[in-house]
């Protein structure tokens, strides 16, 4: 570990930078320009798609990094379409990373060891707290813009009232 650098204890003896991108040097260029290449298609490669789906039925570290993934994968895809134009080229770039180092299988702490997903958790969570304005934005954004059309074109539902 490099002099001066600050840690965390994330479990039973193992430490993490504390930086937020203490880790994402693991990630190379191949690694975002291939996340950013399938994003431009409006898919995920199959293998992060596996692995978020896996997240989503463990514990509540796993669904944390399974849904804060999604919210960032919405964001980049909204931004990508020009609709969310808040977040700059770094902010995209950021996060492209972090999703990145989470699709990673075999990173700082290899996902198949039983605490392999707690580099990943800290990540996500290092990146949500420094965008933390931007993903709340983003999230107001959504509701106002994306939601409604969710629900256009779907009969509403009759009340309580009217059936009774």
Known sequence: MSEGCATNQVGRGAQMPATPLGLLHLVTAHD????????????????????LAKLAKGNLNDRYVEQHSRLFIALLL????????????????????????????????????????????????AAAMELKPLLEAFKVWRLRHQVPGMWRGQERAPSRRAVA
């Open 32 to 51: 975002v320009q291939d996340l950013r290449s399938a994003l431009a298609e409006r898919k995920l490669p199959p293998d992060f798609e596996a692995k």
């Open 78 to 125: 909204a931004a990508m379409e020009g609709a969310f134009t808040a977040a700059t080229p770094s902010d995209r770039e950021h996060l492209l990373r972090v999703l990145a180092y989470v699709r990673k299988d075999d990173d700082a702490i290899p996902d198949y060891l039983p605490s392999g997903f707690i580099d990943d958790q800290q990540q996500v969570r």
